[in-house]
């Protein structure tokens, strides 16, 4: 009833909510994208999609349909891999950043062990900045990860505005440098935090440093100062910072997926692809976290 490449259309669009950016991660037209989800709206009789010049949100209806979306094209790969008679094989090395350990990334990961027995999957977790080092060495094969300001390569699966985050007790002194609670170089999130402090003439100082997600979340809930995080994953216990603290926008950060540009096997090649297809399709489900964190 549904076709799987409208499907596929209306998820870029659902996970971007932007038409631009949904054409520009599936290779087609703008006018490509309009028509595939027009055709999905007909055949569903209900609006999926509220837009206009400025924004494009999903509809109750188009809500519902994020989860048959997925069903539907789930079903409909496995049963091609079935009748075709292929089956991946091989060893992925695949790499993401520790933001995603909060998310439902590892239910993404589990339904493609559960899809792909045969493929020898090997996850690295780091910081962004290190997972671009290690693609670019070719040690990964496929890497989910920040995207640095001014890079436009990779595949976007989600773009999310960065806040300060701290404990709701928390009160930064305006006289004082700013606690700064960092992942160590080439961290991201910390390069930004640095250059948008510096750009403003604010003093900061580092109240501490970890390479562990937890680590830096401890600090923060015992109110050692402030750190750069996703807007859409606050962590249980920390809050973002009030205007009245006068620190300066973050701005947007993009996550994508990076393809490795080494000689790899064809079975590794195929693996990542059906990898990056798996999360494209359930992008969405990176915007939230398991129930019960």
């Known amino acids: 009833m549904y076709d799987p490449g409208q499907l596929r259309t209306f998820l870029a669009v659902a996970q971007t909510l932007s038409f631009t950016q949904a054409a520009r ?3 087609v037209r703008q006018s490509t994208v309009s028509q595939h989800v027009r055709r999905l709206e007909d055949a569903t009789g209900r609006p999926l999609f509220t837009r206009d010049t400025h924004s494009v949100e999903l509809t109750e209806d188009g809500e519902a349909m994020l989860g048959f979306a997925r069903t539907i094209l789930a079903a409909h790969d496995r049963a091609a891999v079935f009748f075709t008679g292929t089956r991946l094989r091989g060893r992925l090395r695949f790499g993401a950043s520790e ?4 998310t439902r990334l590892p239910e993404i990961l589990e339904s493609f062990r559960r899809d792909h027995p045969e493929v020898d999957l090997e996850l690295t977790v780091e910081l962004s900045g290190t997972l671009h080092e290690q693609l670019a060495d070719d040690r990964l094969d496929l890497v989910l990860a920040k995207r640095r300001t001014g890079d436009t390569h990779g595949q976007l699966v989600w773009q999310s505005t960065l806040a300060w985050i701290g404990a709701p ?4 002194d305006p006289d004082r440098p700013v606690p700064l ?8 999130t910390r390069a930004r935090a640095l250059e948008v402090l510096e750009a403003h003439g604010r003093r900061w100082r580092v109240a501490c440093t970890s390479a562990s997600l937890s680590g830096l979340i401890a600090a923060a809930r015992a109110g050692l100062g402030v750190m750069a995080h996703t807007r859409g994953l606050i962590p249980p216990g920390l809050v973002p910072v009030p205007a ?3 620190l300066p926008e973050l701005g947007e950060v993009d996550f994508v997926l990076l393809h490795g540009q080494g000689r790899r096997h064809a079975a590794a090649q195929e693996a990542a692809d059906a990898l990056a297809a798996a ?4 992008g969405d489900r990176l915007h939230r976290q398991p129930t019960g964190n």
């Open 25 to 27: 991660r599936l290779g």
């Open 99 to 102: 933001d995603f350990v909060l």
């Open 169 to 172: 007790h928390l009160r930064l």
């Open 181 to 188: 609670i960092v992942f160590p170089p080439p961290g991201i």
């Open 244 to 246: 009245k603290a006068g």
């Open 279 to 282: 999360i494209l399709a359930g």
